[in-house]
């Protein structure tokens, strides 16, 4: 049975870093990736990375988060640097097994606020 359990989220002040952790486990995984959602909004991509470590990032997030993973521990990070209110929001992690099956997490929340 495949698990992801993010954790890493909380309160953080404007300009402040956090970083997010997402353990997988019950299966081997191509891409992996962080999504967003605000309330109100729909989920969008804020960055995925492939087990051949290419990337790709949401616009807003571009220059201030960094993903990476560990193929070994099936691990992905998200490095969120400058962070501001905007980014506030619950973050879920997704996997995509070599199957092509779609896996979610349930999310963390990250509050950026004074």
């Known amino acids: 049975q495949v698990q992801l359990v993010e954790s890493g989220g909380g309160l953080v002040q404007p300009g402040g870093s956090l970083r997010l952790s997402c353990a997988a486990s019950g299966g081997f995984f191509n891409a992996m990736g962080w999504y967003r959602q605000a309330p109100g909004k729909e989920r969008d991509l804020v960055a995925v990375i492939t087990s051949g470590g290419s990337t790709n990032y949401g616009d807003s997030v571009k220059g201030r988060f960094t993903i990476s993973r560990d193929n070994a521990k099936l691990t992905v990070y998200l490095q969120m640097n400058s962070l501001k209110p905007e980014d506030t929001a619950v973050y879920y992690c997704?996997?995509?097994?070599?199957?092509?099956?779609?896996?979610w997490g349930k999310g963390t929340l990250v509050t950026v606020s004074s």
């Open positions: 997704k996997a995509i097994s070599i199957l092509g099956s779609a896996y």
